[in-house]
């Protein structure tokens, strides 16, 4: 799948303790019908063999609605399961590491909370960045916090899109206006909602408008 800057747009990343009444599998097809513009399918205590399973599983699905399906961290069950990308964080394998052991067309996104490393994985060959945290995150408690001024300031460091992650609900969204992200990555604002389809269209809507917004101030500005 060849990656456009528009499937950032809404960027759903799993989280396996909102699994309850439904099952992983199924909230994902929710959010697909919701309208997310991409998944990236987070395990990081499955154990490999059943997170191949299960990632060959939502690949299909993820495809079935034409959306392209990320990995987090693991490149061995993306290029197993036919993900079409991976994602990694500061500590994980190395951008240029990873770009020479998968094909060409493979997304890679990479994680910068600071202008240096957004432009370390540009050069590294990373596709997209994922910026944050830019409000107190419920699923990551410990994770860096950085303002819209700083994500605008690494957005604009570099040519390659990002999106913006960390706490991201309905309520705080329009705060980020004007920090030159392509879009919006959630978890509890999609897969902790009562009613998935319904919070992922809101959510969709909101993101367009707050992106739009940035294009159309950027124009006048030019």
């Known amino acids: 799948m060849v990656f456009k800057r528009d499937m950032l ?3 759903a990343v799993t989280d396996r303790s909102f699994v309850g009444r439904q099952s992983l599998y199924e909230q994902i097809e929710e959010a697909l019908k919701g309208g997310a513009t991409l998944v990236q399918l987070r395990e990081k205590r499955l154990p490999q063999e059943e997170f191949l399973r299960e990632a060959r599983e939502v690949c299909a699905l993820c495809h079935r609605y ?5 990995v987090n961290d693991n490149v061995e069950v993306a290029l197993k399961c036919g993900a ?3 994602h990694v964080g500061v500590e994980d394998t190395p951008v240029a590491e990873l770009r020479e052991r998968v094909p060409a067309d493979f997304i890679i996104g990479a994680t910068a909370k600071t202008v240096a490393q957004a432009q370390a994985a540009e050069r590294a060959g990373a596709d997209y960045l994922g910026v944050g945290a830019v409000f107190p995150s419920p699923t990551k408690q410990n994770a860096i916090r950085i303002t819209r001024e700083q994500l605008q300031e690494i957005c604009a ?3 390659i899109p990002a999106v913006a992650i960390g706490g991201i609900s309905l309520e705080n969204v329009d705060m980020l206006r ?3 992200m392509a879009g919006i990555a959630v978890v509890s604002a999609i897969f902790g909602a009562e ?13 367009k408008e707050v992106v739009s917004t940035q294009k159309t101030a950027a124009g006048a500005e030019g």
Do not use: C, F, M
């Open 9 to 11: 747009l809404l960027y």
């Open 66 to 70: 034409q959306v392209p399906l990320i």
């Open 84 to 86: 079409d990308g991976v």
């Open 157 to 159: 460091s570099v040519s």
């Open 178 to 180: 004007g920090g030159g």
């Open 195 to 207: 009613e998935i389809p319904r919070a992922t269209a809101v959510l969709k809507e909101k993101a």
